[in-house]
């Protein structure tokens, strides 16, 4: 069972409109995260997460607002999309102050036309 | 701004023979280190961390540190098909928890 589950797998969108990408963890960890994949860029880190509360933010555009609901979610909304932001989206998650290696989703792949 | 620098870009090994990355960093606060592997479509795995000088196996795969030089590197043995991925180095410091990620290494193992 996938413990780390991202949703949805494939997202399609129109430029200028607005998504949410879905992130939940059962891995009882106590910080989650944001990373982007590209041509351009392997893997960039966007945001942390730990205990529901903003850790670190990497991302120029106040555009991509990550949402905690409950402390095992992160979900990434993004809006007025651009053609650049096409890219596949990872969640990840870690327990600081234990082994600290980062799990991750299987990604989000997101397009804009 | 602090960097790890990742090398070679890509790499083509024969199946069974060794394929080794390396990974050097910009600033000697880097003191935890992992290696990560991604195959296509899926999100990255973690392979190894290694956090003291020298070196760390498991199984087929062999890290190696040193702080003094800033360098850390990763080692597979008898190269599998199933080894062909993109490789990942990541390293943090003991001040934050920031992870800084190499650019990463495409590796083809040739059967």
């Known amino acids: 069972d996938p413990k780390i589950i991202q949703k949805p797998k494939y997202l399609v969108a129109v430029t200028g409109s607005e998504k949410i990408l879905i992130c939940e963890q059962y891995?009882?960890?106590?910080?989650m995260y944001w990373y982007r994949q590209s041509a351009k860029k392997p893997l960039e880190f966007m945001f942390s997460y730990s205990y529901q509360k903003l850790m670190d933010n990497q991302t120029a555009s106040s555009r991509f607002q990550p949402q905690s609901s409950k402390k095992n979610h992160l979900d990434l909304q993004i809006t007025a999309l651009k053609p650049d932001d096409s890219a596949t989206y990872f969640c990840?998650?870690?327990?600081?102050?234990?082994?600290?290696?980062?799990?991750f989703g299987s990604g989000t792949r997101l397009t804009v036309l | 701004q602090q960097k790890v620098q990742q090398s070679p870009e890509s790499l083509s090994v024969p199946e069974g023979g060794m394929a080794s990355f390396n990974c050097t960093s910009s600033?000697?606060?880097?003191?935890y280190f992992w290696w990560y592997r991604q195959h296509s479509g899926e999100g990255p795995k973690a392979l190894m961390s290694i956090f003291s000088d020298g070196d760390k196996k498991e199984g087929r795969f062999t890290a190696h540190l040193n702080k003094a030089s800033l360098h850390v590197s990763l080692h597979i043995r008898d190269s599998q098909p199933s080894d062909s991925a993109l490789y990942f180095c990541?390293?943090?410091?003991?001040?934050?928890?920031?992870?800084?990620w190499g650019s990463g290494t495409k590796l083809i193992i040739k059967p």
């Open positions: 990840a998650s870690s327990q600081l102050g234990g082994s600290e290696t980062l799990y």
């Open positions: 990541a390293a943090r410091m003991d001040s934050n928890y920031q992870l800084i």
């Open positions: 891995l009882g960890h106590n910080a």
């Open positions: 600033d000697r606060n880097f003191q």
